[in-house]
């Protein structure tokens, strides 16, 4: 196993950091290997935006409620962007329709997504630690004028980054029968169930916040309940995902 495969394999979640700040070679160094992420078309369809002001972390860590967007080493916010995509227009509404259509909506979540991934294997083969933080998306519209975003820009998550101060058990995944087929759809309802067995014992097994539960009851709690349906509100007003 090479040490790239083993940075992956090892990736677990950190929500505790030590109180250092990620140099600023660091910095240029996960933004630079995210950039060499894949990208549609060359679009490039992202921004990055490093939250450095402890206001706004600390405006952010409300919306989310978790106290690492505040505490950590560094604050990373993943926008999709087309907006730079218009700097040359003379007529914005010869593109508008292209623009705003759920391909290229797609393609600028994907892109975002790809150089987040990168910035975070940069990241952790620096001997850093990670978390995603989807729950900026709690108050969306917030987080967009905490950050002035203009049109066609919209914020999809954040990253926080920094030194472990702790070091949690690597999550289970699914097993690879519940995620990899050939040639068609597979039915893989005995590997769910492996699967369900193997995440109870793992959390009543952790070191912290034990609990009985497994990925099947997990996902009927998250879909059973509604979340965010003021997304799609803030993310057609910004021109996204209309058509």
Known sequence: MNSTIATILNHRSIRKFKDT???????????NAAQQASTSSYMMAYTIIGVTDEKKKE????????????NNGHLL???ADLHRQTHSAENLEDMQENLENSEHFLVSAIDAALAAQNAALAAE?????ICYLGSLRNNLAKVDKLLALPQH???LFGMAIGEPDHQPEIKPRLPL?????ENKYEDHEDAIRSFDEQIKAYYQSRASNQRI???TEQMHRRFSNTIRMDVT??????????R
């Open 177 to 181: 029968k519940a995620v990899y087929f």
């Open 213 to 215: 539960d497994t990925w």
């Open 233 to 242: 509100d803030l993310v057609q007003k910004k021109g996204y995902n209309k």
């Open 59 to 70: 405006a952010l860590a409300q919306v989310s409620g978790q106290p690492y967007v505040k």
């Open 77 to 79: 916010v993943f926008c």
């Open 125 to 129: 083969s620096m001997g850093l630690g």
């Open 153 to 155: 820009v919209i914020p």
């Open 21 to 31: 700040k990620l140099t600023e070679e660091q910095i240029h160094t996960i933004i």
